[in-house]
């Protein structure tokens, strides 16, 4: 112990002075270490001396030290391997846990970030495989994780950051391996403890207590309040590494990528050189360091673009909590020096957190560098599907600001432990028993009265035998049932082996969200199939995969993909499709080694695509909607017939009298994303039709719905093609391969409908059976003109005059690997009849028309 003062009283003098001298160097961090912990505490579990870390700090081993009374019952060891990107310390050494086991630090009384840190690894000396490790870790009152796998996190290595407030002078970690299978066991590779601030508590005045979002109230965060942080963020910089924070040894990630929304992503800039980062009374400068503060995201100086569009940044997290939110700002560009300069509005989740936010305004005395943070709370529902935090800005129009724009610093998710003290989420999938191990039990306890408990055990036992025996039967009756009312075949394991030939690389057709996809044969080789085989570490999961057997189970269209069945034995989830011999439809028009479709064939596969669709609608009790329309989710048979795919996402709409919407929370892929759902969360119809507008253009343009190296106003698809229509230059931005193949009129009517499908508003969107109508109709008219000499949209003979909105200039570029049923991506038109132009046309509509009014599937 005495070593451990001398080493943090030597620590805090280095600390005082690199905050000296870093004052000196560089401005902008002078005030970054002015907080110096009373308690910083760092451990190496699983060794026995000191080491140093990247960052300077040294940790100290458990294996000597007084935090780890009776680790002797413990097992020290280490990885079998490393990874590159994972440092030696303090991830190189654990501590294995068999049984319960408590380390107790000694700290003074106050608030603590409590750091944990996981290298999911098997483990040597003696041997552990990651995949048995499910355990929890409490502190006093409060639950941190429970069943937790590192292993299923799917990163290389994990930290888990909490705050908690230790009242005594004593902090009391338990790790206690699950009990709900066999041979479990827990580990950790490096345990943190920093004194802070209450950096947190509100106080008892409701005037300073964050509101809750959509509501009038206030919720108390104070200091019996623990935390788990689930995003820091240095919005618009780089990460900021715990060296660089504010004392505290905090991380703030980048926001890009990762968290940032969609094309949208506005621009960053660092603070002019001559505005310095002032601190006022009420923002302490361990709340954030100025690296955060010295940097931010804008939305850009387009104003018609900025209008037009949210900057969003979205949080996965845990159903059923109460999250804290808290935002950073600081004005720091000359330009925007005065109120009403920069005034936004902010949502989260869809609702309204606060008007008219003016960053100056909240200033001390409107200056520039003065830093501002506002805390809101949002409770989430309890849900069995993911769940995420949308945090947008957009620019307020009504207080009529000097320009419209809308910024932020800084962004912090925290999660509130429940009325019960819990902040772990849900458990992480269990792995099923195989047959004939035995079944896990809880370890015995002995008492003195050994005859009489060893009587009420056998009671006990027995009567949960009985129980365990009745609930075997009962579901082994409810899975029988299951079985028997799905419509497709059941595959044994063995047989998908035998059909794959045992998962043969030579026979991987793509890589998708839900895992791989095999081409494979069954009934001795007559049947050609496509076999994918979920990934138990995919986001999709059980859900996504009974609701593929599901949908498809009921469907049959000629224009909807085939399920021919599935397995569910060993922990697989395995679906069997009919073969699909020409592949996907992005496959056939861009980033590719196959010839460029023909303008008629691509019109067939658009609508045989809009068949498919409107029979999901329309076609079945309770109308179907897709969520995931695009173009690797249209494929195509060895005939070129177009068949939807991948109904993992798919929802029934409104099943009640009335009901014109469901309300869900946002799934799809980026570039086809209904913007109306996307706000509202409230899923229609029309959102699969705005998906297939994006299909359309995609058709047509052969380039991605989204393509970040072009400009701005060009990235995405859907509001390029539709300002190109409205600009009457669609022809500008038709696929190279296409110029003077497509006749004006067929183009014309064909680029309409694509722009009324991506409507910014659903109610202003075609039904699909509109949709399909008009692709008809647009055939007609091609065929007409091929037949009748009609006119040509015009081909200049010049690929230099094609716009940038082209994705490689039409060029085919090598093959990338298919993606099978992956799930992460003045005019008028007429609307149930024949549009103004074509009243007068000698075309009338096809038999295939009346497909519109009798929807059963063909």
Request: charged fraction near 20%.
């Amino acid at each position: 112990m005495k070593t451990h003062t001398r080493n943090q009283t030597q620590l805090s003098l280095l600390l005082l002075v690199a905050a000296a001298m870093s004052a000196l160097i560089n401005p902008i961090s002078a005030q970054n270490s002015t907080y110096v912990p009373s308690d910083n505490i760092l451990v190496n579990c699983g060794s026995s001396g000191n080491s140093t870390a990247p960052d300077g700090r040294t940790w100290v081993g458990d294996a000597n030290s007084n935090y780890a009374i009776g680790a002797d019952k413990t097992i020290s060891a280490t990885p079998s391997s490393q990874e590159s990107s994972v440092p030696t310390v303090p991830y190189m050494t654990a501590r294995i846990f068999q049984t319960q086991f408590t380390y107790t630090f000694p700290v003074s009384p106050g608030r603590k970030f409590i750091r944990l840190y996981f290298y999911p690894s098997n483990y040597t000396i003696p041997s552990f495989v990651d995949s048995d490790s499910f355990f929890s870790v409490s502190v006093g009152p409060f639950t941190l994780l429970s069943n937790f796998s590192a292993l299923l996190t799917g990163q290389s290595s994990v930290i888990r950051e909490f705050s908690v407030n230790a009242s005594l002078n004593a902090l009391n970690l338990t790790f206690a391996p699950s009990r709900a299978r066999k041979d479990t066991f827990a580990f950790v590779n490096g345990i943190e403890i920093v004194s802070m601030p209450d950096i947190f508590d509100s106080g008892s005045d409701a005037l300073n207590q964050p509101s809750i979002v959509g509501t009038k109230s206030t919720f108390p965060v104070n200091q019996y309040t623990a935390l788990q942080t689930v995003a820091r963020l240095n919005v618009g910089g780089q990460t900021v590494t715990p060296s660089g924070d504010s004392g505290l040894y905090r991380t703030w990630e980048n926001d890009d990528p990762k968290y940032i929304y969609g094309a949208a992503s506005g621009v960053t800039y660092p603070k002019d050189p001559n505005v310095t980062i002032k601190y006022p009374a009420s923002v302490p400068s361990y709340i954030a360091p100025a690296l955060v503060y010295g940097t931010a995201r804008a939305m850009g100086k387009i104003t018609s673009l900025n209008l037009k569009f949210n900057l969003t940044w979205i949080i996965n997290v845990d159903a059923g909590f109460t999250y804290l939110v808290r935002l950073h700002f600081c004005e720091i560009m000359n330009a925007v020096s005065q109120i009403n300069m920069r005034v936004f509005d902010i949502f989260i989740n869809n609702q309204t957190a606060d008007t008219a936010f003016d960053v100056i305004a909240q200033a001390n005395g409107g200056e520039l560098g003065v830093p501002v943070y506002k805390d809101y709370i949002v409770i989430l529902p309890k849900s069995t599907e993911s769940q995420f935090l949308w945090i947008a800005l957009h620019p307020n129009i009504a207080s009529k600001p000097g320009g419209y724009d809308a910024e932020m610093n800084g962004l912090e998710v925290f999660k509130l432990n429940s009325s019960s003290g819990n902040l772990a989420g849900p458990n992480p999938p269990m792995l099923i028993q195989q047959p004939g191990s035995p079944t896990p039990v809880a370890p015995s306890s002995k008492s003195s009265h050994g005859f009489s408990a060893g009587i009420a055990g056998g009671v006990v036992g027995g009567a949960l035998a009985l129980v365990l025996v009745l609930l075997l039967v009962w579901v082994v009756l409810k899975k029988k049932r299951a079985r028997q009312g799905r419509l497709c075949r059941h595959f044994s394991f063995a047989e998908i082996r035998a059909a794959t030939n045992d998962f043969d690389e030579a026979l991987l057709l793509g890589v998708g969200g839900f895992g791989k996809v095999y081409k494979g044969s069954i009934d001795n080789g007559a049947t050609r199939v496509a076999i994918k085989r979920g990934n138990p570490l995919s986001e999709q999961g059980v859900h996504e995969f009974q609701t593929e057997i599901e949908m498809l189970s009921k469907l049959r269209h000629r224009h909807l993909v085939s399920l021919i069945g599935y397995c569910e034995e060993d922990c697989e989830m395995i679906l069997v499709y009919d073969y699909m011999g020409q592949g996907t439809l992005r496959e056939h028009l861009y980033r590719t080694q196959n010839p460029p479709l023909p303008w008629k064939q691509r019109l067939d596969i658009c609508i045989g695509a809009a068949r498919g669709l409107h029979y999901l609608h329309t076609g079945v009790k309770h109308a179907i909607i897709h969520r995931d329309v695009k173009t690797t989710n249209i494929l195509l048979d060895d005939n070129w017939v177009a068949k939807v795919s991948d109904f993992g996402l798919s929802k029934t709409g409104p099943t009640a009298l009335g009901d014109t919407h469901v309300t869900t929370v946002v799934k799809g892929s980026f570039g086809y994303l209904d913007p109306e759902y996307f706000r509202r969360q409230q899923l229609t119809e029309k959102s699969d039709v705005y998906s297939f507008g994006v299909v359309l253009f995609e058709v047509l343009c052969a380039r991605p719905a989204l393509n970040t190296a072009l400009p701005a106003e060009e990235v995405s698809l859907a509001e390029w093609g539709m300002e190109c229509v409205k600009r009457g230059t669609i022809g500008s931005i038709v696929d190279p391969y296409l110029k003077g193949k497509i006749s004006q009129e067929c183009l014309k009517k064909f680029a309409e409908t694509a722009e009324k499908c991506v409507a910014e508003q659903g109610i202003d969107r075609p039904a699909m059976g509109d949709v399909l109508w008009n692709l008809e109709f647009a055939l007609q008219l091609q065929e007409g003109a091929e037949d009748g000499g009609g006119v040509f949209e015009a081909d200049t003979g010049d690929d230099d005059e094609v716009p940038l909105a082209l994705a490689g200039k039409g060029e085919r570029r090598e093959s990338e690997p298919s993606s099978w049923f992956s799930t992460t991506s003045g005019s008028s038109v007429s609307v149930g009849g024949r549009s103004e132009e074509s009243s007068g046309s000698a075309l009338t509509p096809s038999a295939v028309f009346l497909e519109v009014l009798h929807a059963a599937g063909r």
